[in-house]
């Protein structure tokens, strides 16, 4: 699947979109607070993955500023998301500039902690 | 600088849609009582992930949740279900790691464990208080009876220049 056929994922009170501006960027809004994000919300996220490697992008920007709220399944989500980055040869692997608010409680404090699990590849800027 | 002295017991069972709505009463509760909305926010995401442990791991109906908050601005949140004896023991093992070592250390080693997991629990969830709320997290536990309480205890914060 291209990155142009994923453009919109609902799932519970979560949304993401993704689209191409300057770069790929996928915007998560709602709260994330299913029981099992793995069932619907990762099979999307590894088919992003797989779309990025394919048609060679570098860089996805990854925008949590208008998602209240994220339970620990959604953050073992973004866990399991990394580890495939991080599987990959050094070469082949893509960053991600992840955009926070850095009022949100859960943001400020989850996502930099995420950051040290890759950090040459992952960067966080302020929305 | 002083909140109000306040108290509120929830009891229902053990289903995920009720998640949302206990939230953000506790996110409301605790901002009028104490006017931090940042630490409401801190203690309502506590509660979330220790009803979805209670709710994960509950093995009958009825998952209690107590909220006291004090005066002196501490707030003390227990939870309280029926599990497993296998539960309760793994519960115990967990907090016993979690405890023992800086609340950085045992979340980070709690994500990169828990991306190697193939199951759906991520036993993310206490690390991530302890971590990111800065709250103490303990249990008390009736192996007899299959009942386990888990506590999460807030401090006031620190005295600022101008409130000594």
């Known amino acids: 699947m291209r990155l142009a056929d994923l453009a919109l994922i609902t799932a519970g009170r979560a949304v993401l979109s993704l689209a191409h501006h300057d770069n790929w960027r996928l915007v998560f809004s709602g709260e994330v ?3 099992d994000p793995s069932e619907e919300l ?3 996220l590894l088919e992003v ?4 490697l394919e048609e060679k992008i570098a860089l996805l920007e990854v925008d949590f500023s208008a998602l209240t709220f994220m339970n ?3 953050l073992k989500m973004l866990i399991s998301w990394i580890m ?7 070469e082949a692997r893509y960053s991600l500039r992840v955009i926070h608010d850095p009022e949100s409680v859960w943001q400020s404090s989850s996502l930099p902690v995420l950051r040290k699990l890759l950090p040459d590849h992952i960067s966080l800027v302020d929305s | 600088m002083s909140g109000h002295r306040a108290s509120v017991e929830m009891d229902f069972q053990p289903n995920w849609t009720y998640l949302p709505a206990v939230r953000s009463f506790v996110k409301e509760f605790i901002t009028v009582s104490h006017a931090d909305k940042k630490k409401a926010e801190a203690i309502a995401l506590a509660v979330n992930e220790m009803i979805e442990n209670a709710i994960k791991y509950s093995d009958r109906e009825g998952v209690r949740i107590r909220l006291d908050l004090s005066a002196a601005l501490s707030v003390t949140v227990a939870v309280h279900n029926h599990a497993a004896a296998a539960e309760i023991r793994n519960l115990q093992t967990l907090l016993d790691e979690i405890n023992h070592q800086p609340p950085l250390d045992a979340y980070l080693g709690r994500m990169q464990a828990t991306g190697e997991s193939k199951d759906n629990k991520s036993s993310l969830g206490l690390a991530r208080i302890r971590y990111e709320t800065g709250a103490k997290v303990s249990a008390e536990y009736n192996e007899q009876e299959g009942e386990v309480t888990v506590l999460a205890e807030f401090e006031p914060p620190a005295p600022t220049e101008e409130g000594r």
């Open chain 1, 49 to 52: 993955h797989r779309a990025l």
């Open chain 1, 42 to 44: 990762l099979p999307y």
């Open chain 1, 84 to 90: 495939e980055i991080k599987d990959l040869p050094a």
């Open chain 1, 72 to 74: 620990s399944s959604g």
């Open chain 1, 33 to 35: 607070d299913m029981r």
